[in-house]
């Protein structure tokens, strides 16, 4: 049996990066992290047009829970780019994309 090492997840936004959906790659699943990283840039090549703007992460997924997660959760942000993490049962199992670090010394 084939295990899933990484997940390639797509998303499509209008010009202002405020009506984004998922879109449908031919090929979303792969073995390993570097097979999806090297198909990524054909996969959005192929999307072009589609959307205005298309994104798209490889999510790692730990093979031992590859049928277990039920959901991406995901969001794309102004500056067009993706935050996407594959969860199981509301546990965060692995995320990609960057998170914007709370500035506390400018809270009062």
Known sequence: MEHIAALLFVVGC????TDCRELNVPVAVFETGEAC???????????RGRAPHIVGECLAVDPALEDDYDQIVWNVLPDGSLNASLQVS???LASAGTRAEKDYLSQQ
């Open 14 to 17: 209008s010009n202002a990066m």
């Open 90 to 92: 509301g546990t965060l």
């Open 37 to 47: 990283a090297a198909e990524r840039p054909f996969a959005l090549g192929d999307l």
